[in-house]
């Protein structure tokens, strides 16, 4: 691996200002010399700043050919970066705090492992690759662009804290796991692919799905009056993950659209919803 | 050559601005960062004013045609025409569902109508007369659709047939320089040839105006050459409807060729957008729901809708309507009759004209793309047989030729004597005599003009905006008789007091809105 260490030098004057960072990418750092990473360009506002105005930048003579080779480290106070990581296809970026919006979106391969928070759109319309959160992730995580009505495609996230609204919206394949609680509209649209949370949800969990999985193994406080509860199974299998131990209460919905999604809510913190 | 000619593309006013907002995640794959003399911009199917003119300018395009102006609605596409550089523009003023017109149809004095479709073109800045499924924007207001040229109207005596022989006839008695510009009834939907055919024979004994031998123009043709009873049976009826041009000379036609992509349908045959909604339902890149939509009346005058549509490869009826444009470009015997557009943006965006030429160009493009599409391409349309292949001479000619002589415009479509210095040039970077076997050069070649040239001023080199000024709009202006107008004056303030949401003071888009412009007057007869 060729490393890249980018310390930010001072924390940024006008933190209100959004600063569009999507050169920070192992695919746009290959086949460059370090030299030539310090003068990429990162937006402020409408101003435009080498990375070097912002960071110190340490790391090789030169990224080399392959991006699947370079590995880029991030620190400093980052909230109001986005974009980073966005359209990656190989490689690994690390951050070392809380990142903004949009951290790797469209992005089709690589991992991104992040030790703070992220802000929305997090893995947002993500085809492949890997994305793991290490504290709580904000809005539309794995989600889809605004507008967009087809949403994550592949890959798999990995959240060790909480979520908020949306996550997961419009997803079509892979897997998002989230350690903590997700608050409203879980897998809202959801078409195919899985979502296992181990925490609580608030309500409104696969509002409109299609198709796909919901898992919840913690309670799920208010659901929705267009799911059906269907049976009480032991044990559920999941490609790529493994079985995880019921019993489960199995929900079939959304009716206000086709009836194919599935819900499989832990019983004994579920019991409430099959009165 | 001479600077393109769009006839007909949607790139201004309230249904393109909605457009844009329905389709964020269309913009986001295709931004334009802003340079020395560019500025930025959004594109794909429905992009930003300033990436508009830009974008025609790389394709050695100079002029355009905004086709769907609701009136009420034109100080809105005048104010988004103003801020596309560097081509001149115009719009077309819709009229085949204006109350006005619907309700003096039947006891109709020829004069006052004259006078109102005058003044209404003034009013609005517009430079041709459009029907858009004439009488259908009204009857969508009640929630229905007409289907043949004889249904009545909601509670009007008018029929699509009477509205469209009164304008054509109005239009050739003003001397406009292009005729009424017709989206059929029926539009989209399997087996309207029928309709189209009748349309065509309805308005054959108007005698067309000086200078020219057509009283009609069917726009996006392809549209309205369907032949089967569904979806099922679906196929072309492109050969009856092109036989019918070859055969008779008061008809010309632009196609709506489709592209297999991803864009944005939006026309002001608001009914059509609702059912093409319904039809996105059982299509599988959509949502289950159905594609997100827009739908809309515009206070008598007329309607609009918006739906985001991907014509794909291997759905058949798309198959069919692909092929559809293209035997009516290899069919039409007499190319002035016809040109290229693809409804922009309803078939597709105009950035893709470059791969509609190297479809006419080459049999072998088209053959590469006919085997990739779905077998109905083959087996219900004639396009497989079409051997025919244009010479770049032909390609000038649909592409800026024949809309200009369509359009009337005497200073556009050819570089002689009195002609703008709207000049293409294109380096296809292969032997001129061997484009037909290279599609790619053609592609490449036309998508990046080498040169345009605006009004004698280098405005693009090597695909590269180099300076960015301000096109005319074109609009037209008819010297009627002042004794036609006052007959009709109480009338309109009537109208205003009673019905319009607006005064009429407020109405009329005023001098400012055309800071340059190139105003056409004609002498009714
Ligand atoms: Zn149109």
Redesign the pocket.
């Known amino acids: 691996m060729k490393q890249f260490i980018l310390t930010q030098k001072k924390p940024v004057i006008n933190p209100n200002i959004p600063i569009e960072a999507d050169v920070i990418s192992p695919d746009i750092f290959a086949k460059k010399s370090i030299e030539e990473i310090k003068k990429l360009i990162i937006w402020r506002g409408n101003r435009q700043l080498a990375l070097e105005e912002i960071f110190s930048l340490s790391g090789e003579e030169h990224a080399g050919d392959s991006p699947a080779e370079i590995e880029i480290l991030l620190t400093g106070e980052l909230s109001k970066y986005k974009h980073i990581g966005e359209k990656m296809s190989e490689g690994k970026i690390t951050i070392k705090s809380s990142i903004g919006m949009h951290l790797g979106s469209l992005m089709s391969g690589g991992k991104i492992v992040v030790e703070g928070d992220t802000h929305d759109f997090a893995g947002a319309n993500m085809t492949g690759g890997e994305i793991h959160i290490q504290g709580n992730a904000g809005h539309y995580l794995g989600g889809s662009m605004r507008g967009n009505w087809r949403g994550m495609s592949g890959g798999k996230i990995k959240v060790d804290g909480n979520v908020l609204n949306e996550c997961g919206i419009w997803m079509r394949k892979g897997i998002i796991e989230i350690a903590g609680s997700a608050t409203m509209f879980l897998g809202m649209h959801l078409h195919r692919g899985t979502i296992i949370v181990h925490g609580d949800v608030i309500e409104r969990a696969g509002a409109e799905m299609t198709g796909g999985e919901i898992i919840i193994l913690g309670k799920l406080h208010k659901n929705l009056p267009s799911f059906e509860f269907k049976e009480t199974i032991d044990e559920l299998p999941i490609e790529g993950y493994g079985t995880i131990k019921g019993p489960f209460l199995v929900f079939v919905g959304d009716y206000a659209e086709r009836k194919q999604g599935k819900m499989f809510l832990l019983k004994k913190k579920n019991e409430h919803l099959i009165d | 050559m001479p600077g393109g000619v769009d006839i ?1 593309a ?1 790139i201004a006013g309230p249904k393109v601005n909605s457009g844009r907002l329905l389709r964020p995640e269309d913009h986001i794959i295709d931004p334009l960062k802003k340079t020395a003399v560019a500025r930025s911009g959004t594109g794909r199917s429905v992009p930003s004013t300033y990436y508009t003119g830009y974008a025609y300018a790389r394709l050695g395009y100079t002029f355009a045609m905004e ?2 102006m609701p009136p009420l609605e034109a100080r809105h596409t005048h104010e988004e025409l103003m801020d596309i550089p560097i081509i001149d523009k115009g719009a077309y003023t819709l009229l085949g569902s204006n109350w006005f017109v619907l309700e003096r149809i039947s006891e109709m004095n020829k004069d006052e109508m004259a006078a109102f479709v005058a003044w209404l073109l003034k009013a609005s800045g517009g430079y041709s007369i459009k029907l858009v499924n004439p009488g259908g924007e009204e009857t969508w207001a009640w929630g229905k659709n007409v289907h043949t040229l004889d249904d009545l109207v909601g509670s009007f005596k008018a029929t699509p047939r009477k509205i469209i022989k009164t304008l054509a006839a109005v239009n050739e008695r003003l001397s406009l320089p292009q005729t009424i510009h017709l ?1 059929t009834n029926n539009l989209g939907i399997p087996g309207n040839h029928d309709v189209t055919l009748e349309t065509m024979n309805a308005v054959k004994g108007i005698k067309p105006g000086k200078g020219r031998k057509t009283n009609m123009h069917l ?2 043709i392809q549209f309205s050459s369907y032949g089967g009873k569904g979806w099922n049976d679906f196929c072309s009826e492109a050969p009856e409807i092109a036989h019918y041009i070859n055969k008779n000379d008061h008809v010309s036609c632009d196609v709506g060729q489709i592209i297999f992509t991803n864009t944005t349908t939006m ?1 002001a045959d608001g009914a059509w957008e609702w059912t093409l909604r319904g039809i996105t339902e059982h299509l599988a890149w959509s949502p289950r729901s159905g594609s997100k939509w827009m739908n809309t009346q515009v206070e008598l005058e007329s309607s609009s809708g918006v739906v985001p549509y991907i014509f794909r490869r291997k759905n058949p009826v798309n198959a069919v309507q692909w092929a559809i444009g293209l035997e009516f470009l290899l069919m039409i015997k007499d190319l002035n009759k016809v040109n290229i557009s693809t ?1 922009h943006p ?1 078939g597709g965006p105009f950035t893709f004209y470059p791969t509609i030429f190297s479809w006419l160009m080459s049999k072998e493009a088209r053959d590469r793309m006919l085997s990739r599409t779905d077998k109905a391409a083959k087996e219900k349309t004639s396009l497989a047989e079409l051997t025919r292949e244009f010479s770049l001479a032909e390609i000038a000619q649909v592409s800026r030729v024949s809309a200009s002589k369509i359009l009337g415009l005497k200073n556009k479509g050819h570089l002689g004597i009195g002609a703008d210095a709207d000049i293409a040039i294109y380096d296809f970077k292969a032997p001129l005599n061997e484009l037909n076997k290279n599609y790619k050069a053609v592609e490449k070649g036309f998508a990046k003009a080498a040169y345009t040239i605006k009004d004698g001023e280098l405005v693009l080199k090597d695909g590269e905006i180099v300076s960015s000024p301000f096109g005319r709009t074109f609009r037209v202006e008819a010297n009627i008789p002042e004794d036609w107008t006052l007959q009709i004056r109480d009338a309109i303030e009537d109208r205003f007091r009673k019905h319009y949401t607006v005064s009429l003071a407020n109405y009329a888009v005023q001098k400012e809105y055309f800071p340059n412009e190139e105003l056409i007057t004609t002498e009714p007869r």
């Open positions: 007909h949607h086709p769907a989206h726009t996006h026309t409804d309803n």
